[in-house]
């Protein structure tokens, strides 16, 4: 199973950027789509977009769609989400995940699909 680690948050200001990477140990990256998901303080972990494993698929929450861009690298073990136009609102502790290749689709895929996860990463974004 992938082993996830998730770094690039921090403190933003209303309409930054910030670019998330998510690191895979393994050998067997290419064989999964990847998420990123994300839980702010008091609410439920959320889907925010999801990867293909080849990377030529990709599917967005409403909610990020047209700001956050989901990309990977194979060759890296390592998928991103570069994060624009960034709101109060998406203030949360982002996750990404793993769930097997075949899972993909493109509708918001449900945590449960996902078994590996990463520890988290912190996106503060100030008004």
């Known amino acids: 199973q992938e082993q996830l680690v998730e770094s690039g948050g921090g403190l933003v200001q209303t309409g930054g950027s910030l670019r998330l990477s998510c690191a895979a140990s393994g050998r067997t990256f290419s064989s999964y789509a990847m998420g990123w998901f994300r839980q702010a303080p008091g609410k439920e972990r959320e889907f925010v977009a999801t990867?293909?494993?080849?990377?030529?698929?990709?599917h967005y929450a409403n909610t990020v769609k047209g700001r956050f861009t989901i990309s990977r690298d194979n060759a890296k073990n390592t998928v991103y989400l570069e994060m624009n136009s960034l709101k109060p609102e998406d203030t949360a502790v982002y996750y990404c995940?793993?769930?097997?290749?075949?899972?993909?689709?493109?509708?918001?895929?449900?945590?449960?699909?996902?078994?590996?996860w990463g520890q988290g990463t912190q996106v503060i974004v100030s008004s």
């Open positions: 990867i293909s494993w080849s990377g030529s698929n990709t």
């Open positions: 995940a793993a769930t097997p290749a075949n899972y993909y689709s493109d509708y918001d895929l449900p945590r449960g699909l996902f078994g590996a």
